[in-house]
DNA sequence: TAGATTGTTAATCGATTAACAATC
DNA sequence: TAGATTGTTAATCGATTAACAATC
């Protein structure tokens, strides 16, 4: 009914690398960017950097650029990063614990409040000041949290392809409405979850085929 | 000169998930499949699951549908997962270690040849039956391994931001075709260095930024 | 033969790039 | 004022989808 017209979903991809830049802009000092210097520094076109920009509702200055804080917060606000995202993490092999110990998703709002595996070997050990909690033990797990008004909005999902689905489903029960996939698999969700999957062996099959076709001129 | 029409990007990427389909029908005793079929499993439309078939030169028969084991070898082919990828990989954290662990990669290609980190607490370590060598030593490494005729093609970055681009010039030097950048840095590479970077953060906030619009209805 | 499926050409859609006016 | 930069409209490009002919 209000279907607000989505944005270019290429345009949010590129948004973290202006973010990265804006900080490291910021720790120099600097107050002001113009997006000519944003796309120099990362191999683009300016229009590009300047259209990009514009999906989050910033404006700038002619002959002047944008402002580095108005621009970092503007940025920050429109990919939610300025708001706490609570999490459950279900695998806590390396990946998973890869992205428990990176402080990155931190500082952009994912807030890991429980941390699940089926593996008994795991059991009560702490990965980054988290306990690993029986991946059975979840909906109790919940449930105290919910007491504490604490609510689970997201899933990651780091286990391996044939538990995936099994874990996913379990995610959806206790009400989480969003899931980020690692496994290579696809997952079958209600429509109102959102699904974001990582592309790991799609990221390598495009470096692979281009090395082929390197080797074929 | 010969500028082949580069392939679309998107059907490259959309070829692993038509590839682990046809591995698990084959799993089950089918040897014929049709993209009718894939598409729906897949939730896609049957024209372009079609499109990006015939982007490896397979051709199917009407009615019947494609051979499976004809299809998983020319989807295989034209990824370059038939052939041994040699590779380094650079940064032993907890992604390094994911990626050396998980076995997918190795039935694409993926032949770790080197693993190599500078902190001194893992040196001499075994991750995967690879023992860790110091970083520095990455020079020499690669003499003894070219006395044996083993050419290392690829590289992996494990390693935070702030080390990736030392580590790519490294890699560079000796002589590394193509780079497989988990960094969240975009790196300064020779024009002729094919460069395929993962993007988390990125994902992360595609997910976010739909969690956040889901928020405003 | 009828129906399902492939393969291909044409139409549509969306994202990128070009052109240019507005502005500090 | 001149020049650099933003913001926007139009043109181009490429990918997806629709339409349909070919075929087993």
Same mark, same amino acid.
């Given at each position: 009914?209000?279907?607000?017209?989505?944005?270019?979903?290429?345009?949010?991809?590129?948004?973290?690398?202006?973010?990265?830049?804006?900080?490291?802009?910021?720790?120099? $000092? *600097?107050? =002001?960017?113009?997006? +000519?210097?944003?796309?120099?520094?990362?191999?683009?076109?300016? !229009?590009?950097?300047? %259209?990009?920009?514009?999906?989050?509702?910033?404006?700038?200055?002619?002959?002047?650029?944008?402002?580095?804080?108005?621009?970092?917060?503007?940025?920050?606000?429109?990919?939610?990063?300025?708001?706490?995202?609570?999490?459950?993490?279900?695998?806590?092999?390396?990946?998973?614990?890869?992205?428990?110990?990176?402080?990155?998703?931190?500082?952009?709002?994912?807030?890991?409040?429980?941390?699940?595996?089926?593996?008994?070997?795991?059991? $009560? *050990?702490? =990965?980054?000041?988290? +306990?690993?909690?029986?991946?059975?033990?979840?909906?109790?797990? !919940?449930?105290?949290? %919910?007491?504490?008004?604490?609510?689970?909005?997201?899933?990651?999902?780091?286990?391996?392809?044939?538990?995936?689905?099994?874990?996913?489903?379990?995610?959806?029960?206790?009400?989480?409405?969003?899931?980020?996939?690692?496994?290579?698999?696809?997952?079958?969700?209600?429509?109102?979850?959102?699904?974001?999957?990582?592309?790991?062996?799609?990221?390598?099959?495009?470096?692979?085929?281009?090395?082929?076709?390197?080797?074929?001129?």
């Amino acid at each position: 009914m209000f279907n607000a017209k989505s944005l270019p979903v290429p345009s949010i991809q590129r948004l973290p690398s202006y973010l990265r830049l804006l900080e490291e802009a910021k720790a120099k $000092g *600097k107050h =002001v960017v113009s997006c +000519t210097h944003i796309a120099e520094e990362l191999g683009q076109l300016s !229009v590009q950097v300047r %259209k990009d920009l514009a999906i989050t509702g910033v404006s700038g200055r002619p002959k002047v650029g944008y402002n580095i804080d108005e621009l970092i917060n503007a940025i920050r606000d429109f990919l939610g990063w300025n708001q706490q995202t609570n999490a459950f993490l279900v695998g806590v092999g390396n990946l998973g614990s890869a992205i428990l110990n990176y402080d990155g998703f931190v500082t952009h709002g994912l807030n890991i409040v429980g941390v699940f595996d089926s593996n008994p070997a795991l059991r $009560g *050990k702490t =990965v980054k000041g988290h +306990t690993v909690v029986p991946f059975d033990d979840m909906l109790e797990y !919940v449930e105290t949290l %919910k007491e504490n008004d604490v609510f689970v909005k997201l899933g990651v999902i780091t286990v391996p392809a044939s538990a995936a689905q099994e874990v996913a489903d379990k995610l959806v029960q206790i009400g989480v409405r969003a899931v980020w996939n690692y496994a290579p698999t696809v997952l079958e969700l209600p429509e109102s979850v959102i699904c974001e999957n990582v592309k790991l062996s799609e990221s390598f099959a495009v470096l692979t085929n281009r090395m082929r076709n390197q080797d074929r001129r």
